[in-house]
């Protein structure tokens, strides 16, 4: 990939962490244009606090701010409505000093009271946020859970632009919450005068505002004339066209009517149009943190047998997946990504060899095999997916019924634990942050055996939780070497005890009309998908 | 005619009242929990308690649905879960579009499908009536989503007469109101033939013909209004079907219709959104049904409502 982006490391005083302050914006770049980005789905909302879906991830990114923000197109950590900040020694106190004359979409100015008031809101039980969680470990966060307080007694207001954020335990992803859709600041006034309907009339301090949105037909963002970065955005405004089959929109991007498919190519279209060199030189590919994996449930006999879930390992046959869906992934060896920092290099995974694996299955007494069910969204290629996975198994005598079900059902048989096997294909953990730990807490660490939970293997090991905890206590920034090689040595663990195959890693490719400029990385931007539309321009 | 309106009334509304007990019930054993779609993969046991006793969901069943039963009485069908706002307000949003469709669509069908009808009926057993018969056949079993796009890349893509899809002007409704119509014709067309061969056997249009009128006059004076009867009774039924789930021909148009918003309501498990659709559509079924019973005297003044 080009190397349009130069990012600098600035290190602060007093030991902060390394943050990669500054965007070098594209000379190329030139103001105006509108853009049309097309969806299948409605956009269910475009309140920061309620949004949690791939489509609207990045729409509500370009409407709001929070303090932190990532450099466009990496997963580097920035300022953005904090111009800087402090962390205690101990690690549990942030000072956030902000950035004065940050103007909200309605022109009053932010101040720390919003910060304050925007927390309260996300944490509030009543806003019914599926992003609460993500701030438990702010002080007075159990307090505001439970409904006995109304406010986070952790978070105080200095002056105006000041504010102060205690923890209740260290935490080394705090400043990546932070930057979560989440944490966006919201003007109060804004969200009680829409009375309920905040997601349908947004009101931040983002690059864009909502000018006009046609339920089921299109929403137009403007840009914000007072955006307080300055030179960005460079679009006009972006149009995203709701109700437009993925088909029919890579007509309209051939016919210059639309600029970025924002479901992607249809499967059923990739071959075609990456096999058309004039086509296949508008997709951009990057990588995506995302892992595919098959869950096996280590509560339930034989898959509670080690051996058997290694031998399971062993059987799978990778490369042959990745072919069904196109080559659009790569192989995978372990858990987390490759782009995910933590992540062991070096580390090859468990070969794809069925004869030693049906060795391995008759050591463990399982010499004529057993009978199981693997569960599997029914949408394309899932199913085929898992006849693949089936017949790797038949290999070794394991006699596999594919249970396909809506994507509903097979969540509520994970989370209820009666699946033994699940395919996590169209379910699959795509990371909130770039960081090593949440592939852990909810999908592998103990927290995530309850009923209704994502952890479907059940596997729960109290000293690996541990390390985990260990592993995020490592706030220093001089330590966080030290903090990914503990991740590492999670993953490494979990990978002995099996209780996952690692299938593959989705790439993500973007298709742009020719007219799109901007650096290749701002197409597969990891934070911002399908486009970060604060920094791409049009070139005519 | 007071007395027997006022009974349909009272019947629909009951009928409307099974409907809505039914899709409850069935939304509330499916083994999927809208909760959890809400409280997204981040959230905690106890956020998940949270919101299914905010949204009443850990209520048993009677008092969850005499709930929503109050509420639809006093015109309330409740607030989307996931786009947290009116499910009236998104219905309404889509009221237009979707009626626009189906009044084209169905006008479409009934042009092609009652003139192919009576042309093959006047020309049975000959190669026209073969080959109409053998269109209505390819129609009739012609997948939605082919015909559709077929449709779109010719006269859109290709010839560049009709936009790719899209709502507002005369010339986006063109192509798939044409869709529909083909689709619905080969029903229609069969119907209309089969009703007009069987007119066409019975005394009075002999009678008719033996007292020298034209045979054109025949035709449309004796012969149609009589045969087109029991076709009108399947427009009932179409206006149904057009308000609940023309799901494929609104996407790959991208038509802004109510099949689209239910589509995805199924798929997220967003009840209220789920129930209201439902609700329309059935609604729109048994209003058309009414409608079409009223009209049947008018068309034939042998029919009494009673």
Known sequence: MKKLLTSTALMFAMGLPALAQEYTPDPAAAPGGNIVVTYKDDVATLDPAIGYDWQNWSMIKSLFDGLMDYVPGTTDLRPGLAESYEISDD??????????????????????????????????????????GFFASIAG?????????????????????????????????????????????????????????????????????????????RLVFAKNENYWRAGVP???????????????????LQNGEVDVPGDGIPPAKFTEVMGDPAQAAQVIEGGQLQTGYITLNVTMPPFDNVAVRQAVNMAINKERIVQIINGRAVPATQPLPPSMPGYTEGYAGYPFDPEAAKAMLADAGFADGFETDLYVMNTDPNPRIAQAIQQDLSSIGITANILSLAQANVIEAGGAGTAPMIWSGGMAWIADFPDPSNFYGPILGCAGVVEGGWNWSRYCVPALDELATAADSITD???MDERMSKWSDVYMSVMEDAPWVPVFNEQRYTMRSPRMGGAEELYVDPVSIPVNYDYVYVTE | MAGYLLRRLVQSALILLGVSFITYFLLFILPADPVRQIAGRAATAETVANIREQLGLDQPFLVQYSRYLAGLFQGDLGRSYLQRTEVSTLIGARLPATLQLMAAGIATELVLG????????????????????????????????????????VFAVKLG??????????AHIVLPALTLGLLGSGWYSRMMR????????????????????????VILRHALPNAVLPVIAMIGIDI??????????????GWPGIGQLAWQAIQRVDIPIIMGVTLVSAAAIVIGNLLADLIAPFIDPRIKLR
């Not at chain 1, 100015?109 to 992003?131: C, F, H, I, Q, W």
């Not at chain 1, 460079?234 to 309209?252: C, I, N, S, W």
């Not at chain 2, 089969?194 to 006059?217: F, N, P, Q």
């Open chain 1, 477 to 479: 920034p001089a330590m």
């Open chain 1, 141 to 217: 966060y159990d307090a505001m859970s439970d409904g006995s307080a109304t406010s986070l007694s952790g978070v105080t207001v200095i002056d105006p632009l000041t504010v102060s954020i205690t923890l209740s335990r260290p935490d080394a992803t705090f400043l990546h919450v932070m930057a979560l859709n989440f944490a966006s600041v919201v003007p109060q006034e804004a969200v009680e005068a829409a009375n309920g309907d905040f997601g349908k009339m947004p009101v931040g301090t983002g690059a864009f505002s909502l000018d006009e949105w046609v339920i089921g037909q």
């Open chain 2, 114 to 153: 009652l003139s192919m009808g009576v042309a093959a009926a006047l020309t049975r057993g000959k190669a026209l009536d073969n080959s109409l018969m053998i269109t209505s056949f390819v129609t009739v079993s012609a997948p939605q989503f082919v015909v559709s796009l077929l449709l779109l890349y």
């Open chain 2, 240 to 253: 149904g079907i057009f308000m609940g789930g023309i799901v494929v021909v609104e996407s790959v148009f």
């Open chain 2, 161 to 170: 007469w009709f936009p790719i899809g899209g709502y507002g002007t005369f």
């Open chain 1, 234 to 252: 460079y679009l006009d405004a972006v149009t995203f066209e709701v109700g437009q089959e993925p088909v029919v929109a890579l007509l309209r």
């Open chain 1, 91 to 132: 690690g549990l106190t942030y000072i956030f000093n902000l950035r004065p004359g940050v103007l909200f979409h309605n022109g009053r100015e932010m101040t720390a009271e919003d910060v304050k008031y925007s927390l309260d809101r996300v944490t509030n039980p009543e806003t019914l946020s599926p992003g609460a």
């Open chain 2, 194 to 217: 089969s009703s007009m061969v069987e007119v066409l056997r019975t005394d009075y249009i002999r009678t008719a013909r033996a007292k020298g009128l034209t045979r054109a006059r």
